[in-house]
């Protein structure tokens, strides 16, 4: 059974850090591309990094320099390394596989097609 399961999340101050983690079943990891989105009460949701199975990554601008996806394909397991974090990282974060094998890997939800079940992260004093 194909599955990506979410960990990680919860509550931190402005300034501080979390790693969120995407376990992976069902599915050999290492040939698919991985991506994590955000989604904020009222808003749509949004494109924060991704992974291809090539090694090569991807960020949107307002997380370049704080975050840092990486995976473990042996552990069949991908993170988000976040520093630095600030009020407005406070979403539901998702991890999703892309619907495609080896591409390097782009952010448009549309391109992904099994999602976790998604992580809370709450910045706030």
């Known amino acids: 059974q194909l599955q990506l399961v979410e960990s990680g999340g919860g509550l931190v101050q402005p300034g501080g850090s979390l790693r969120l983690s995407c376990a992976a079943s069902g599915f050999p990891l290492n040939l698919y591309a991985i991506g994590w989105f955000r989604q904020a009460p009222g808003t749509e949701r949004e494109g924060v990094s991704c992974s291809s199975s090539n090694g090569r990554t991807d960020y949107a601008d307002s997380v370049k320099g704080r975050f840092t996806i990486s995976r473990d394909n042996a552990k069949k397991t991908v993170y988000l390394q976040m520093n630095g974090l600030k009020p407005e990282d406070t979403a539901v974060y998702y991890c999703?596989?892309?619907?495609?094998?080896?591409?390097?890997?782009?952010?448009?939800?549309?391109?992904?097609?099994?999602w976790g079940q998604g992580t809370q992260v709450t910045v706030s004093s």
């Open positions: 999703a596989r892309d619907r495609r094998l080896f591409r390097a890997c782009v952010l448009p939800e549309n391109e992904y097609d099994y």
